[in-house]
C-alpha cells in the first residue's frame, strides 16, 4: 500500500511512513487541541512533494489561516501560483460584507448551509487541482460546521467525497471538535473514516485505527512555534 | 440441526460445527472491529461449499469491498461467472455520479434509503442465487446505515428476510456498529436475530446468544492478512 | 381463588398451586432469556388440562414458533382439531407474499400495526375458544411489537383484554422484552397486571408480585430440551 | 383543626388523629405496594363516619374494585343505598363493549380522556353526595392514569378539585404510580398536595409532609387480608 | 445601601439589616419546605414598616393564604382598610366557578396563562400601592407556575419586574420549587435575581448569594407556629 | 504580537502582558461569579488606555450597570463625552415602557430578539467608535441571553462579529452563565474564540486556552470593592 506524508516530524515513522493514500483520516478532540495547526501541516507537506491541494475551512477566515500558516513558517504562495493550490472559505461569507468574500482563481467563498454550493466548489477545486497531478490532498477543516447544519446531509457528502477519493486518488483530512455532536455521531464518523487520530489538548495522541495498521498506538505531541510535533 | 461453516478459522468448533441453517446471526462491534472481515470470510467459505451468496455493502463501495476480499486472499470470480453471486451496492450511488453506479447482470445500484427498490433488488438477488441451490447466504453489511433512516423500517425489512429465509432456506448474516442506534434499538436487535456476536475492537469476541448453544461463550480472535483469526 | 397449572415444573408448588384464575400475568427478560418457552409450556399445559388456549406470536412466524413447540415435545394437534386453539400470526403478513400468511379455521394474520383487526381477530377467537369451555388461556407474546407501534394504543388494547378476562373467565399470560420501552412504560405494564415474573437470561427467575402471594420470590431456572424447569 | 380518620389501624395516631379536614392527600409508590388497598380503607371508614364519598377508579373495573372491597371484608351496599355514594369508573368504557360500562343513579362510565366529561361526572356525583352532608371524601385512584394524557390538564384538573374542595368540604385522596411521570411532574404532585405518603412495596410507609406535622415520619406497614395496617 | 428587614426573626442579623432595598430576591427549595410561609413574614413585615405590599399567589387559593396566615398570627387586615394592599390571585380562577374568584378593590383574579392580564394587574396594584409609599414590597410566590406556561415568557415578565422595581423603588421576593424546571432554567433564574436563598425542608437554609454580602451563608432554620425562625 | 491590557490588576503579568490583541475572549462561570465586574474592567481599561469601547448589555438596565460601575469607582463620563463609548442595552427595552428605554447618541436600545437590529446597531457603534482609534474593545455581556433566543442565530452572529474584529481592529470580550446552555454549545463557544477564562464563583480563576500561552493557568481572584484582583 502506497503511503503519504503526514507533515508531523514523528509521526509517520510510527506508522509505516505515513498515512496511506486514497485513506480519509480524522483528527479529533477538544477545541484548541490543534486540529487546524495539524491540517495545515499535513496540507503543506503534500505541496512540498508536488501533491496539489484544497483547504476547506469553515472555523476562521481563510486570511486568518494563511497569517497563522505564515507565523507556522508555511507559505503556500509558489503553490499557490503553480495552480496547485485550491481553497474554499466557508468562514468569511457569513460577515455579510461582499468585501470580505471575494473569490479569485484559486479561492471559492460559500456558506456552510450551502451545501450544494460547496459541492459544487468542491468538485471545482478537485478538478483544477487534479490536473496532471498523481495525488492531491483534501483537508476539511472541520466537519463541526457541518454537523450542526445537517448530519445526514454531512454523512451523504463525506460519502460522495470519499467516492470521488478513488476517482482523483486523494487523501482526504478531516478534523472534528469532540463534544460537538452527539456520541452516536462521534461513533459513525469513526466508522465513516479509515483511520482516526485523537489529540486531546493535553499533549497525548492516540492513533485509534489506521488501515493496515495494529492500534490503538499511545504518543505524545506537542505544539511548538513551528507546529506539531510527536515524540 | 444441520450447520453452515461460518468461515473464521477456530469458531465452527465451539459453536458446535457453525451457525444453524436458516438461522439469523447478528455480528456487532465498534467502528473497526472487523464486521466486514468476518461478514467476507462467512460469504467466502459458503461460496467455497457451493452456497451462493448474496452480499448487501452500505459502508463502503463495491469495488473498494473486492479490493479488501483481494487483500484477504479471497476471489469471489470463478463464483461469479457460474451465478451464484449478487451484490447490492448501496454505497456507490451516492456519489451522484452515474458511472460510479452501474449496473450488472450480478450487481445491483440503490441508495438505502430507497427501501422499496432494495427489496425488490434482495428478491430479484435471492431468485438469481437461490436457483437450483439447496442452501444461500445473505449478507447484510450493515444494518447501521438503515438505522439511520428509519429503525421502523429497519426491523419490517428484517422481519421479511427472516420470512424469506425460511422459504429460501437462506441463512442471514448481518454486522451492526455498535453505539450508532439508541439501546432499545440495539436490544431489539439482539431480541429479533437468532444469534449475536459481539467482537470488542481489542482482541475479544463473545458469542452472546446461539440457538441450542448453551451461551455466552468468551473467546478471542486476532485480525491477520488472511482474515479474523479465533483462538 | 382457583389456581391454574403454570405449565413449568417445579414453579406451581412456589405459588400456591399456580396462576390464579382470570389474572393477567407478564413474564419478561432480556432477549434470549426463554419467555416463549415459558409461553409455550403455558400454553399446552392450559390445553392438557382441558383449557382451551388462544396464541398471538408477533417476533417469529407461527411456523416457526410450532416447530419450536415440535421439538420441545408440544403437539398441540390434536387440540387444534378439537377446535380449543386459536393462533393470531402477526409475523408472517409482514413478509409481503400472500402465500406466507394464509387465514385458516383456527389462524388469523394480522398486521401488528391494525390493532382494530388485532382486536377482531382476538374477539373472534375468544368466541370461538370460549365455546363450552370453563376456563382458557390466552397467551400475548409479545407486548414489545406494540410497544413500538403505540404505547398508548397498546394499553387501551391490554385494558380491553382485561376486561374481557372477566367475561370469558380468561387468564391472560404477556411477555416482554426488557429494556425495548422506556422505564415509566415498563413501569406501567407492571402496574397494569397482576402479575410479573422476571427471567434474567443466566438462571435467575424472580415472581415480583403474585396476586395473594407474598414477593418477591427468588427462583433458579434452566432451559432444557423440554423446557424451562424451576428449582 | 379538624380531623378526620385515614381508615388505616394503627396512622391516626402517628398523625395526630387523622388527615386534616379539607386537605388533599396522595399516596404514591411502585407497581403493587397498596394504593387501592388503602384508597378503599380511607373510602370506607368515611362510609361508617357518615361522611359520603366519591370513588373515581381508574386502573381497574368497577366490578373488580368491589370484588377487591368484598374480599378485605367493606360492604358499601348500604351506604350506596342511602345515596351517599357516587362511582366514576373510567375504565370499563375502555373494553369497547356497551354492556360493561352501563351507567346508574349512583355509576357513571367515563373515558380518562375525556376530561371534560369526567369534570362534569365529578360534579355531578359531589352535588349528589354533598347533599345534607357535613364533610365528605374523594377517592381518585388514580393520577397516574391523566398523567398520560395530558400532565397540564390534570394539574388544572386537580386545581379546580381543590378548589371545590374548600367549597363542598372535601377531603382528597389521591393515588399516583411511582415512575409513572417524569421527576419534574412528581414534584409538582408533591408540590400541589398538601400531603403526601409513600408506601414503597416492601413493607415502609413515610409520611413525607401533613399539614402541621413535623415531618417525614416513618412507619412500617402490612397488608393483611382485611387490608393495611401500620406499626 | 438602603436594607429592608426580611420578617424572618435570626435572619437580618446575618445578612447585614437585611435584603438590599431594590434588589430581587429568590426563595426556593423542595415542595413543602417554607416558601409561602417565607413570602407572608416577608410582606406582613413589610405592611408593619408603612411599606405597602403586592402578594401575587399561584400555588393556593387567596382565602386559604389568608388562613395562613391567620394560624400564624399575621393580620393584614387594617393595613388592606388603608389601601397599602394588593393581591393577584392566580389559583381561584381555575375552578371555573365565578364566585370563586370575585374581583375586588384590592384582589385581582387572573389566570396564570394570561401573562399579558397578569402584567396589567400587576401594574395596576403596583400603582394603587406605590401612591405616597418611600418603599414597596412585591410578592411572587411562586414562580413555578409560570415555568410550566412559558419559561421565556416567564424570564421577561421577571425582567419586566426588574425595570419596574428601579422606577417604583420595590423590592421582589420571588419563589420556585427546587425540581420543577430543568437545570439550565434554574441556573437561569440565580442568574437573573441579585439574591438566592435555598431552604433544603430539612432545617438547612443557605444564602447562596446576596448583593455585597460574602455568600454562601450556610444557617439553621426551624418552622414553628408563628412562621420561620432562623439560628 | 501586540498584546492589551485585561484592567484585572495582577492578570497580566500572567499571560505576557495581556490579551491579544484582535482577540476573542470569553469569560464564563456560574451565576454571580463576577463575569460583569470582569466586563466593566476590561472596558474600562480600554478607556484609560485612548481605545474607545462598545458595551452591550443584556443581563440588566444600563442604568444598573452604570451604578455598578460608579460603585467600583469607575467613571466612563468625560469618555463619552470625548465619543469613545457606545453603549447596546439590551435589557431595558423589554420593560415595554417606552420612557426607560430612550435612544441617545451614545445609546441604542434593542431587543435581543432582534437580531438583525442588533447587528445594525453593533455595526453603528462600531463605526462611531472606531473613527480615529487604533485599537477598540467590544464587550458582549452576555452570551447567555441570545442562546435562549437562538443558538444558531447567536453563531452566526459571533462570527460576524469576529470577521469584523479584523477589519476595525477590535478585540472582543464575551461573558457567558455556565449551565445556561446544553454542553455541546458550551463546548462550540470554547471552539469559537480564541480564549477562555474559568471563574467559579468560589476563588479559583482558570485561564483555559488563550493565543500563544500555554495553558491551563490555575490562578486565584477575590472580587473587592475595587472590583476582581488575581493572585
Known sequence: ???????????????????????????????????????????????????PGLYAITGLPLKQLKNMMRELGISPTQYEEKGSVFYIDLFSVQSGRAEDAVDTEIVRNVLPREMTEFMIAFSDGLKKICHNALRVRVVLDGLTEFVEINPEVLKRATKILIAKNKYANATMFLTYTEGTADPRTETLFKSMVDGSIHLDGKGKLVIESMPMTPCPIELNYRITKKGIIVR
Chains 1, 2, 3, 4, 5, 6 share one sequence.
Do not use: H, R
Open 1 to 51: 500500500m502506497a503511503k503519504i506524508k503526514t507533515g508531523i516530524p514523528g509521526l509517520d515513522e510510527k506508522i509505516d511512513n505515513g498515512f496511506p493514500e486514497g485513506s480519509v483520516i480524522m483528527v479529533y478532540g477538544p477545541p484548541k487541541c490543534g486540529k487546524t495547526i495539524f491540517s495545515t501541516q499535513f496540507f503543506y507537506s503534500g505541496l512540498q512533494e508536488e501533491e
